[in-house]
């Protein structure tokens, strides 16, 4: 009951940036995000987060994909991992060519070409690092081990969106419509191979 009610809940709330952000009313609150996110713009972080934007792209979600079917004894797992990433890539072209919205062009640090809702970096990166955390869970590390490896790739989540607004190549909308569109997608897909015991 308790994943329904959060597969609920993230899907009204990214619906609900959704059409705010189609009424063109988010503005005031992106542009605030993005100033309290840049108050430190140095050369420093900036390299920081351009290193860590990279694991939010399309060579790290492959490579991660590749190192699954390497390292993974379960086989079961790593095509799970791979169906996975190709649904969260999909569904993350699909819902962009539906808004179409504008990059903010004038904020770029970095050259990005496409639409800009929802952040495909965030997104994915919250549909594959988070399906891996509940991978984590389900097998037999030790409780501690478990907590460790949630945090590190939690927080590498986390930081793939910062970075993603920092470095001007989305809005903070985007990101955090991003997250939520995953989190709803994750819960369903779960569900599906739990009651298909492919896991």
Do not use: Q
């Not at 790593?78 to 969260?88: K, M």
């Not at 890539?89 to 990005?112: A, G, H, Q, S, T």
């Amino acid at each position: 009951m308790k994943r329904w009610v959060i597969f609920s809940l993230s899907l009204i709330l990214f619906l609900i940036i959704s059409y705010l952000v189609s009424r063109g009313v988010t503005t005031s609150f992106d542009m605030n995000i993005y100033k309290i996110i840049t108050f430190s713009n140095n050369n420093i972080f900036t390299s920081f987060l351009k290193f860590v934007t990279f694991f939010g792209g399309e060579y790290a979600i492959i490579l991660v994909i590749v190192l699954s079917f390497i390292l993974i004894k379960n086989k079961r797992y790593s095509f799970c991992i791979l169906l996975d990433g190709v649904f969260i890539v999909l569904l993350n072209y699909i819902v962009k060519n539906l808004f179409m919205r504008d990059r903010p062009f004038d904020l770029m640090i970095i050259k990005e070409d496409g639409y800009s809702f929802p952040s495909g970096h965030s997104m994915v990166s919250a549909g594959i690092y988070g399906f891996l955390i509940y991978l984590i869970w389900k097998s037999n590390f030790s409780k501690k081990i478990k907590i460790i490896f949630t945090v590190c790739l939690l927080t590498l989540i986390l930081l793939i969106g910062i970075s993603r607004i920092y470095l001007g190549v989305h809005f903070p909308t985007d990101v955090l419509a991003g997250y939520l569109f995953s989190i709803s997608f994750l819960i369903v897909f779960t569900f599906i191979i739990e009651k298909r015991k492919v896991i």
